[in-house]
């Protein structure tokens, strides 16, 4: 059975910094992509970042290029969010999730297990 459990949410003030965790277990994390999504109250789940089964490939959502970054440790089985210049914007609940493959871009369909979400919030 797959599991993902994000940690590393909390309160900031706008122009922080966080860092985000992602612990999975239950399959062989080096084999398929990963990825961070978001939602805000009220909102649509969004892509945030993603990368490949290697780590080699990236890619961000234009909200968040140049402030964020996401790696993942395939010896620890653990994915990462640096979140820098935080903006009272990026407050949501963050996700990450494991891609059916070696890679999962942008599309929600491409993933199918999900961590239960770890709030962020950002204070202006």
């Known amino acids: 059975q797959v599991q993902l459990v994000e940690s590393g949410g909390g309160l900031v003030q706008a122009g922080g910094s966080l860092r985000l965790s992602c612990a999975a277990s239950?399959?062989?994390?080096?084999?398929?992509?990963m990825g961070w999504f978001r939602q805000a109250p009220g909102k649509e789940r969004d892509f945030v970042a993603a990368i490949s089964r290697g780590g080699a490939t990236t890619n961000y959502a234009a909200s968040v290029k140049g402030r964020f970054t996401i790696s993942r440790d395939n010896a620890k089985n653990t994915l990462y969010l640096r979140m820098n210049s935080l903006k009272p914007e990026d407050t949501a609940v963050y996700y990450c999730a494991t891609a059916q493959t070696g890679w999962g871009g942008t599309d929600t369909l491409r993933y199918n297990y999900w961590g239960q979400g770890t709030q962020v919030t950002v204070s202006s």
């Open positions: 239950g399959r062989t994390f080096s084999s398929y992509g």
